[in-house]
């Protein structure tokens, strides 16, 4: 399979939860080719290895947004909160699975979380750039530059009602 392919596959289920990128328990289990179940098994047996910065359990209210956002059916059969994983959190997570592919699997997500870094480098690299020619040139361009600031700022959850469907209130 071609690296960039699962790269982008892997990108897609990273998520930002308390101000870090995490990836989820059910999302891992699956690239390792092993049962959620035990994959927490495995990290419940190993939890020194797993301090709240490697690894984090999701709140109701956390899990309930991810919902939400990614179209997880609220049926299932999770007894318990899912665990986040931070990218040290993988990364110790292949010692635990200690399987050849556990190991290959997490080369792909340390090269996943590298490129999320490279293009959140490079945009606000352009952001700045972009607030250095406004500020450069006079009112005529105002227009232009707050429809650029609008395409820039990532929608809010408001903004994504998708039709048909009513938000709860």
Known sequence: MDKAVVVGKIENRIFQIRGKKVMLDIDLAELYGVETRILNQAVR????????DFMLVLTHQELTNLRSQIVISSYGGRRYLPYAFTEQGIAMLSSVLNSERAIKVNIQIMRAFVSLRRVAVTYSGLKRKIEGIEKKYDSKFAVVFR????????PSIKDRIITGFKPKS
Do not use: E, G, H, V
């Not at 047996?45 to 301090?51: A, H, L, T, V």
């Open 45 to 52: 047996r190993n939890i020194d290895r797993f301090p709240n």
């Open 147 to 154: 429809a650029i600031k609008k395409l820039m700022d990532p």
